[in-house]
């Protein structure tokens, strides 16, 4: 396991991070650490790419984070636009429709239906030509043991036990996580476990199948029907008692469920039969030893949040390792991270299990309760739902207070189609500071511009509409893209430095 000599980590490590699996999850972070210039070594168990079909969809912050990488247009080219969502009862009755939404505060489109092996070799690609990158494949994380200064990991592989010695090691590694395991990170569950077989199909020319994603909310049998990648769909039926993994993934079994939807011509690519859960890590941390994904957070597959909610992990994870490794920030600085992912991870898990419910019953009286009570909502205009996005974050790296402190900051666009520009390209990497007026202020990693700028001028209008609703003068905006707060400049960039070094105040203090 010879280690890569260009851009060496720092004296007496292998690496700066040791990320342990390379899913979507593990490559994105190794990819957001590399441009932040951070020596990251990735491993996986596995030695290519997973072939099939695994998560579908992702959401506009997800976009976001791909654009960050370079990657959207390639990911435009693996996806589709999400349709809208209905909920329908057995006898065909529209229960509830969320249609795509228009604007979104990240500049893409809401939703996108996507193939998975894409994605990966999209993020393994940009791995693959950093110097900042080594990939290991084929090496299992075995065992660990962290100090005060680093972390030496052991690894197995085809040539036996080797060692790596890290800064930090994020784990990655799915939902069994040995890492988890390692620094006894435990798990929380709601008490949701259903089991689903779910269908992949290839679909071939003069295939018929519905346009819109569905949830078929039948006591008989609860089936989602959804879009995938470019050419692919996808079926998810839920078990009945009795039935098990061996039966339902039978050919004959198989087409038979296929049959009702009368489709025309599809190619199966995939059956495997997956138990949707919900589970929380306790323990997101333990000293320089972290979780991220599903190693983290489980949540059933109906908000199409599984994925999305790794890769928020992971690009709140990636800005803050840099920060510190690079001695911008205090170790303090990663308490936060927990303190923020938790929540938003938590509303996204109980969303999806709020939709579960809806269309897991298999009562016949509780499913007709159900159908009554959803289309009253519909017709009162309400919901039945949470709500959809979770709230700002509470606490954490924010200027608590503030307004706006802990949401997304929008991406403001100009122009159409192929002309459009996105406020993100014409601004750097890291940290932001946006203010209504020129200002002589600077602060180490921290770009400082002012609305008069010229780069800004396309989206002058939308970001002072911003600052107006939230009578402010300045925001400052964090590496992933959230606001840490909105205020006078000067008081901004104090408060900023405050929360990445506290102890650097504590000594002049």
């Not at 079926?235 to 025309?264: H, I, R, Y």
């Not at 859960?277 to 489980?298: T, Y």
């Not at 920060?323 to 170790?331: S, T, V, Y």
């Not at 402010?472 to 006078?488: C, K, M, S």
Request: net charge negative; glycine share 10%.
């Amino acid at each position: 396991m010879e280690a890569n000599a260009a851009d060496a980590a720092s004296p007496g490590f292998d690496c700066d991070v040791l990320v342990v699996g390379l899913g979507p999850v593990g490559a994105a972070l190794a990819a957001l650490l590399a441009t932040h210039g951070v020596k990251t070594i990735a491993v996986d168990k596995t030695t290519a790419i997973y072939p099939l079909p695994r998560a579908v969809h992702f959401d506009d912050e997800i976009m976001r984070i791909f654009q960050h990488l370079g990657i959207a247009e390639m990911m435009r080219r693996h996806a589709n636009e999400a349709p809208a969502y209905e909920f329908r009862a057995a006898d065909g009755q529209l229960l509830l429709r969320l249609d795509p939404v228009a604007e979104t505060p990240s500049g893409w489109a809401s939703g996108y239906m996507f193939h998975q092996p894409g994605l990966e070799r999209a993020l393994r690609g940009i791995l693959a030509t950093s110097p900042q990158a080594d990939v290991r494949l084929g090496w299992a994380f075995g065992s660990l043991n962290q100090d005060i200064d680093g972390v030496t990991a052991t690894l197995v592989g085809p040539d036996g036990s080797s060692t790596i010695r890290a800064q930090y090691v994020v784990g990655c590694d799915g939902a069994a996580s040995p890492v988890r395991e390692a620094i006894g990170g435990g798990l929380c569950s709601y008490a949701f476990d259903e089991a689903w077989l779910v269908i992949d199909v290839e679909v071939q020319s003069g295939a018929r199948l519905p346009e819109v994603n569905l949830q078929v909310c039948d006591p008989a049998r609860p089936t989602t029907c959804v879009l995938s990648g470019p050419g692919r769909h996808r079926w998810e039926f839920m078990l009945l008692p009795g039935e098990t993994t061996e039966a339902v993934l039978k050919e004959d079994f198989v087409k038979a469920l296929l049959a009702p939807w009368d489709c025309g011509p599809v190619e199966i690519e995939r059956s495997a039969v997956y138990r949707f859960h919900g589970l929380v890590a306790n323990e997101w941390r333990v000293g320089r030893v972290l979780l991220a994904g599903d190693s983290a957070h489980q949540t059933p597959p109906f908000a199409g949040q599984g994925m999305c909610s790794g890769l928020r992990d992971a690009a709140n994870l990636a800005w803050k390792l840099a920060a510190i490794i690079q001695g911008r920030a205090d170790e303090v600085l990663l308490d936060s991270y927990q303190a923020e992912r938790e929540p938003h991870a938590r509303t996204l898990i109980e969303l999806a299990i709020s939709m579960g419910r809806v269309v897991c019953l298999q009562d016949k009286d509780a499913a007709a309760a159900r159908d009554r009570q959803m289309l009253e909502s519909r017709k009162a205009g309400a919901s039945p739902l949470p709500p959809l996005r979770p709230a700002p974050f509470g606490r954490g790296c924010i200027l608590a207070g503030s307004p706006a402190a802990g949401e997304i900051f929008p991406q403001a666009t100009s122009g159409e189609a192929s002309r459009r520009v996105r406020l993100d390209e014409v601004l750097p990497q890291g940290a932001w500071l946006i203010s209504r007026t020129p200002i002589d202020l600077t602060s180490d990693g921290l770009a400082v511009r002012h609305l008069g700028d010229e780069a800004l001028a396309p989206f002058r209008g939308a970001l002072t509409r911003w600052l107006d609703e939230r009578a402010a003068q300045a925001v400052l905006v964090r590496p992933d893209r959230y606001a840490f707060g909105t205020g006078e400049p000067a008081a901004l960039v104090a408060a900023w430095s405050r929360a990445l070094r506290p102890s650097r105040q504590h000594a002049e203090g």
